[in-house]
């Protein structure tokens, strides 16, 4: 699989047809060797060697309403493309796409309950200025291999932490800042949980075409099929089941 190559120029249309045929091409490589296939993961990351300890920071959110210090100082590059066949072109542009700091880039379909939104990309910065370094570079570069119509912008960190604190988003009239009992409470956290505190560095992934990358987009063509976007019939008309994503989504439409 590894063999198999999407086309990509920096200054040329990312095609339909090319999206179909290697994604036929490595869809064909997993029929012929496994059977009965059930695979969950609905993201495709592209990581780096840093661990951001999102374990971390999102249970001791959940656990004690506290927004960590470390994630006052994340931001995103937030792509929603209005395509299944968007999705997967800009994932295809995450696997090449050379930046600076190689920063950590994900595709994913959105499953949370309370979360509006369908197909996301996501490029995670070290402040904002990174952020709108690289929001300038990738709507130069999307305009080009992908269309002008894709809704690009920069958000501050997780999206509950906007939900729980609406200042915490507001980031570019009323920076809200770090409160000062929040320290105390993160250092009762990790002596409790030692155990998610990561000093490891991160295995980078590995660029082209993966066994785990196809098998998650065609979990996307699943959910594609079930929120009525026919572009998916752009990359795959085989029927894919997924028992997982269908119970997910029941619970995001309820």
């Avoid at 090319?18 to 592209?46: C, G, M, P, W, Y």
């Avoid at 490029?123 to 002008?148: H, M, P, Q, R």
């Amino acid at each position: 699989m590894q063999k198999l190559k999407f086309a990509f120029d920096l200054n040329a249309k990312i095609t339909d047809e090319d999206v179909k045929i290697t994604f036929e091409k490595a869809n064909k490589i997993i029929n012929n060797k496994l059977e009965n296939i059930i695979f969950n993961d609905s993201q495709i990351h592209r990581r780096n060697d840093k661990d951001l300890s999102c374990k971390r920071h999102t249970k001791i959110f959940y656990d004690d309403n506290v927004i960590p210090k470390n994630c006052f100082e994340c931001y995103k590059v937030i792509i929603e493309p209005k395509t299944l066949v968007d999705l997967v072109k800009i994932y295809i542009l995450f696997d090449h796409i050379k930046l600076e700091n190689n920063n950590i880039r994900k595709c994913m379909i959105e499953l949370r309950p309370n979360i509006e939104g369908t197909y996301k990309s996501l490029v995670y910065c070290s402040g904002l200025d990174e952020a709108e370094s690289i929001f300038k570079k990738l709507k130069v570069i999307i305009d080009k291999t992908i269309n002008e119509n894709i809704s690009i912008d920069i958000k501050r960190g997780c999206t509950e932490f906007g939900m729980a604190h609406p200042l915490y988003k507001d980031y570019k009239s009323n920076l809200m800042k770090y409160e000062k009992d929040w320290k105390e409470k993160e250092d009762l956290f990790d002596n409790k949980f030692p155990n998610l505190i990561n000093y490891k560095l991160n295995k980078e992934t590995i660029f082209g075409i993966t066994l785990n990358d196809i098998l998650t987009i065609r979990n996307w063509v699943c959910y594609a099929k079930l929120i009525g976007d026919k572009s998916y019939k752009m990359i795959s008309e085989d029927k894919f089941v997924s028992s997982f994503l269908e119970k997910k989504l029941s619970k995001k439409i309820h």
